[in-house]
């Protein structure tokens, strides 16, 4: 039981973020190369925080086109 207040502690309570107003962090969890030159495309999430405590968790998924010239 302990480690799960430790753990659900730990996932809503930031520090770092304690005395400001709103804080957003970028996670990249993975970059994935599509075959035959088409360009990547990047996974992660964004955490928000007000005063350190989180309040949203967004999964993002970014195409990311590479120019050739």
Do not use: D, Y
């Amino acid at each position: 039981m302990k480690n799960k207040v430790a753990e659900f502690l730990r996932w809503h309570i930031e520090p770092r973020h304690l005395f400001t107003p709103v804080a957003t962090t970028n996670v990249l969890h993975t970059v994935e190369i599509l075959p035959e030159e088409q360009g990547t495309i990047i996974r992660g999430c964004t955490h928000v925080f007000i005063f350190g405590v989180r309040v949203a968790s967004f999964q993002r998924t970014a195409p990311w086109q590479q120019t050739t010239g």
